[in-house]
């Protein structure tokens, strides 16, 4: 892993809207979960991020999943 290369992206609506799935694996206080299940088409949600008002409605219609 010496030679790994990362970078931040900024989490804007056109980059989410590229993604197949966006995977939550940490839970911050600071991310607007609320915004990337809205403009995600498929969030898988590991730490339970996801609490906001009307997440049923996406985990109904398959946009986000718990697990």
């Known amino acids: ?7 931040s992206t900024d989490l804007t609506t056109e980059v ?17 979960y609320e915004y ?3 403009n995600s088409m498929l969030v898988v949600d590991t730490r339970n991020a996801c609490k906001f008002k009307g997440v049923e409605t996406f985990i109904k219609n398959g946009r ?3 697990a």
């Not at 892993?1 to 970078?7: I, N, P, S, T």
């Not at 989410?16 to 607007?32: F, K, P, Q, R």
């Open 16 to 32: 989410l809207d590229s993604m197949d799935a966006v995977v939550i694996v940490t839970d911050h206080d600071t991310v607007d």
């Open 36 to 38: 990337i299940c809205r």
């Open 1 to 7: 892993y010496g030679d790994l290369q990362m970078a």
């Open 64 to 66: 986000v999943v718990k």
